[in-house]
């Protein structure tokens, strides 16, 4: 055996120095490409590369050598050596994943193969959702994945930072609640504004210089108490940059405004005062976008109207109230209050459709036959006098018992909605049904009962008669110009196949067959999985995995279609008290009815996108103050083990969702202490390295509440049979 070994060793001898050459050089190159922008001495090269023997350190000069020959590698005056590889320059925004790193979303897509990998070292002090100037690899990362550096910050996202004030002797520090602020900021004693220690403040960024660790700021408001109920809705409203008060200015505008309607605009408009009208509403609801109103036509068929609150004929454009509305874009509705696109006294008087009062409105007005099938329709403005305001409770009570106001119009219009609904599905719609949470609060915002937000046949009426004035009046811009004239759409793309791939599989393991195999029938499917798991416990996981699973419903000025609607063009024109892209169609609608011609759409699209990204701000606003809720609930509940399910799994930790109270928290891994376990990425589940037991989405499990933090509104869980161990107790910062 040993000869044997010997002439193998021989045999390769012979070619080894010219392997070892090539490989020692393709090492350097890749090491100075992976680090382009930097120079090292052959050194630091050797250092670096762990080159330990001393036949390839000596070798290290002459491949550096011939690299700088040969145009690969420069060398400097001081013999350091540097890549001349071009790298790849781009503009992105920053996502902060975590405190070790963070990607960044190229601007333009096909600059680069997917997002940038850029390490906490190299980020140059720029934060989430900077805009930034980054430096490309030429080769991508260990793990297959572009990686970079941060040349310049182009663009702050924001400088201001809500966060808990932690006070030493000689200097205090803002602990920021925002999830993706990874760094705490200095405040020099002085510039605290007299903020005590635990209270929550507004701070503002004033100086980063290079090699400061932290950034220093100023506290520009001090919020009170942390874990009080409204010091913790106003940090909410002060982290997603939401206005406190409305502007007086705009407030000024709106109160000068006469509540009087002259007889000249009465003549103007279709008279419908004397057609029988209702709105129906949340039982809380002041502003009042919609009113339906009903009548049997002499040919035996039925008029719907469809009236809008008209807000453009009050909000003019170039005005401080449309500057303030186009800045808020949306109402934000939080747990415990409502944040106005419009001021009060147009969105809960003049614009609202409240009963008694002549209205001025916008209307979509259809006939139909007794199978729901739309005959012909008419848009215009409208002048309307509703009989009757309902809360959503009371209608459905007076269908349900056949009595009451109008009980036998709402139930022929209920059959109309449940005909018109039927059809849209059987074309194709998806049925996105979501489980809502509402919290039952005291005087001072305590959460007393958490309940579940049923969906009736009366809420789908509603529905069906605003989707369908919406599509309507899509297609009817979009005929009239033959697709050429600019108008303002909500768009949402087919999903991605991939996606729904990795959807399939976490439906599976709850025990959900969903086929994917005929993209034509994707709805199909996806209709009869929100069937079966209706009422079920999976019912909310599964439903928010299937919405993330699809393309994000947009604002455009392109006239695509929408994938979960089935509609080959829709728009939002049915609440323009609460939503700017609904004032834009109105706008846009009566410039068209008056014979306009179509302006640039470039002058619109922009205010599409900041449409949109203001919605996602009152989103995301909505679910942390909801969260909020949902951890202080929790903090205060039972202490007892609860019924859950398995919602998710990362590398850190399993996420579960507990049944009674539609709540998540999380149980870490580092405090899984009955096992190692190991994160099986392909499989989403959870591997204990000796017992093998494994835990996967869609589990039930039982598990205990051992902790809440206000703060970051996280709730901390661990499983109830965890080694049989006693409930620790929980810590409420």
Not at 579 to 587: S, T
């Amino acid at each position: 055996m040993g000869r044997k070994s010997d002439r193998k060793k021989s045999k390769n001898s012979k070619r080894g120095p010219s392997n070892d050459t090539a490989n020692l050089t393709r090492r350097i190159l890749q090491f100075l490409d992976a680090n382009y922008g930097d120079e090292f001495n052959s050194k630091q090269i050797i250092k670096k590369l762990e080159i330990r023997d001393s036949l390839s350190k000596g070798a290290v000069e002459p491949v550096l050598s011939k690299l700088v020959e040969s145009g690969h590698v420069s060398k400097n005056p001081r013999n350091y050596y540097s890549s001349t590889k071009d790298p790849n320059f781009i503009i992105g925004t920053v996502d902060y994943v975590n405190p070790r790193f963070a990607f960044i979303i190229p601007d333009d897509p096909t600059q680069n193969d997917g997002d940038i990998l850029v390490k906490e070292a190299d980020m140059k002090q720029a934060l989430d959702g900077d805009k930034v100037r980054i430096m490309v690899n030429p080769l991508k990362g260990k793990f297959g994945k572009s990686e970079g550096k941060v040349l310049e910050v182009l663009e702050r996202d924001r400088d201001e930072f809500v966060g808990r004030v932690e006070i030493s002797p000689r200097f205090a520090f803002v602990v920021p609640d925002f999830k993706k602020m990874h760094k705490d900021i200095f405040v020099h004693r002085g510039d605290l504004m007299g903020a005590q220690h635990n209270e929550k403040v507004i701070v503002k960024i004033s100086e980063w210089r290079d090699g400061d660790k932290n950034p220093t700021g100023k506290v520009i408001r001090v919020l009170g108490q942390a874990g009080l109920h409204e010091v913790e809705i106003h940090s909410i409203m002060a982290e997603f940059g939401l206005p406190f008060e409305y502007p007086k200015e705009p407030d000024a505008e709106a109160n000068a405004i006469s509540d009087k309607i002259t007889a000249k605009e009465i003549k103007s408009r279709k008279d419908y005062r004397g057609i029988s009208t209702f709105t129906i509403d949340p039982a809380d609801a002041k502003d009042f976008d919609d009113a339906i109103s009903y009548q049997v036509l002499p040919n035996g068929n039925l008029e719907v109207g469809v009236h809008i609150a008209d807000v453009t004929y009050y909000v003019q454009p170039k005005t401080a109230l449309e500057k303030e509305a186009y800045n808020r874009a949306t109402s934000v509705y939080l747990v415990d209050r409502t944040i106005p696109m419009l001021p009060e006294r147009l969105s809960n008087g003049l614009c609202s459709l409240r009963p008694n009062e002549d209205k001025l409105t916008f209307s979509c007005v259809f006939e139909m036959d007794r199978e729901a099938n739309v005959i012909k329709h008419w848009i215009g403005r409208t002048i309307i006098h509703s009989d009757r305001r309902f809360a959503y409770e009371e209608a459905q009570e007076n269908i349900d018992t056949q009595s009451g106001d109008f009980y036998s119009e709402l139930t022929l219009l209920n059959n109309l909605a449940k005909k018109v609904r039927k059809r849209r599905f059987d074309h194709g719609a998806v049925n996105f049904e979501t489980v809502e949470v509402k919290f039952k609060l005291d005087e001072k915002g305590t959460p007393l009962g958490l309940m579940v937000k049923e969906r009736k046949d009366i809420h789908k009426l509603i529905e069906e008669f605003m989707l369908l004035a919406n599509k309507y009046v899509a297609e009817f811009v979009f005929k009239k110009g033959k697709g050429n004239d600019t108008f303002v759409y909500r768009t949402h793309d087919s999903p991605d196949m991939e996606r729904l791939e990795t959807f399939s599989g976490f439906a599976k393991r709850f025990g959900h067959e969903f086929d994917i195999e005929n993209e034509r029938k994707i709805s199909g499917a996806l209709n009869k999985l929100m069937d079966e798991i209706q009422g079920k416990p999976e019912q909310n996981v599964l439903e928010q995995l299937s919405i993330r699973s699809m393309a994000k419903a947009k604002y455009t000025t392109e006239p695509k279609g929408h994938f979960g609607l089935a509609f080959a063009h829709y728009t939002h024109f049915t609440s323009p008290i609460r939503r700017y892209p609904d004032m834009m169609v109105h706008r846009l609608l009566d410039h068209y009815l008056q014979g306009g011609k179509s302006p640039d759409a470039e002058d619109w699209e922009p205010k599409c996108v900041h449409s949109s990204e203001r919605e996602k701000r009152a989103a995301d606003a909505e679910r942390a103050s909801i969260k909020y809720k949902q951890v202080e609930f929790m903090s205060l509940a039972e202490q007892k083990d609860y019924d859950g399910l398995v919602s998710g799994i990362t590398e850190w930790g399993v996420f579960v969702e507990i049944t009674e109270t539609k709540c998540e928290g999380m149980i870490r891994v580092q405090d899984m202490s009955d096992d190692y376990y190991e994160f099986d990425q392909k499989n989403m589940r959870l591997v204990g390295s000796k017992t093998k037991k494994m835990i996967t989405l869609g589990d039930k499990v039982k598990v205990r509440v051992v902790n809440t933090d206000i703060d970051r509104r996280t709730i901390d869980l661990e499983f109830a049979d965890n080694d049989g161990k006693k409930p620790r107790g929980r810590a409420i910062r």
